[in-house]
């Protein structure tokens, strides 16, 4: 079993839409992290969470939300996605500064 | 100017060959990350380190932190190590470099 899970793996959907990108680990780490990743750049982060009562913006959070509702599951939200937000998704974990682990990705693509 | 820069963008080689990718840093760090994301799109890490150097099978990286500079070195490469390998330090948040595509012609 993979120790970070992400589904969908892959979701086309259209300008307006919300969407939910959801997270789960088995690896009990505290931290988990959303990232957009783009063509060409670096990976982006959206939304990061120490806890399950701590979540943080990063540095492109305009336009998602989360939701950490356990520790193992971290949530993304597109509330009325648009075009721009096409990308490849990416959620991590860690343990204090150790190594990050990630999942396989969600390819999302907003017509 | 990015905080994290990587050198160079895009690589092709022979099979066999001995590969150098380099990174340079801006900022302070606690640790560099070197990480390689597969064709398929996922992301695996390769190396955490903070100072000297690390080797893992083929895999080598180093660090000079007084240089704000890290390699990572890849001998006797193959095809399968086709792939985009990416450097991330960790200040306050981990801060990605934009990665470097490696292909590896048999």
């Known amino acids: 079993d993979a120790d970070v899970t992400q589904t969908p793996r892959n979701r086309i959907t259209k300008t307006g839409k919300r969407i939910m990108l959801e997270c789960s680990q088995t690896k009990g780490h505290d931290r988990m992290y959303w990232y957009r990743q783009d063509p060409g750049l670096g990976l982006q982060l959206i939304y990061y969470s120490f806890d399950v009562k701590d979540i943080n913006k990063g540095e492109i959070s305009d336009g998602y939300s989360v939701s950490r509702q356990a520790q193992a599951k971290f949530s993304l939200s597109l509330e009325s996605a648009i075009p721009n937000q096409t990308a490849l998704y990416f959620c991590?974990?860690?343990?204090?500064?150790?190594?990050?682990?990630f999942g396989d990705g969600t390819r999302l693509s907003i017509l | 100017k990015n905080e994290v820069e990587q050198s160079p963008q895009n690589l092709t080689a022979q099979e066999g060959e001995f590969i150098t990718i380099n990174c340079s840093y801006s900022v302070g760090i606690s640790a560099l990350h070197w990480l390689q994301q597969h064709p398929g799109g996922g992301i695996v890490s390769l190396f955490m380190?903070?100072?000297?150097?690390k080797k893992h099978g083929r895999l080598i990286a180093t660090i000079n932190i007084q240089e704000k500079h890290s390699s990572l070195h890849i001998t006797a490469s193959h095809p399968r190590d086709s792939a985009v390998y990416i450097c991330a330090v960790n200040d306050y948040q981990l801060i990605w470099g934009a990665g470097t595509k490696l292909i590896i012609k048999p």
């Open positions: 991590a974990t860690v343990f204090c500064n150790q190594p990050q682990h």
């Open positions: 380190l903070s100072s000297g150097k």
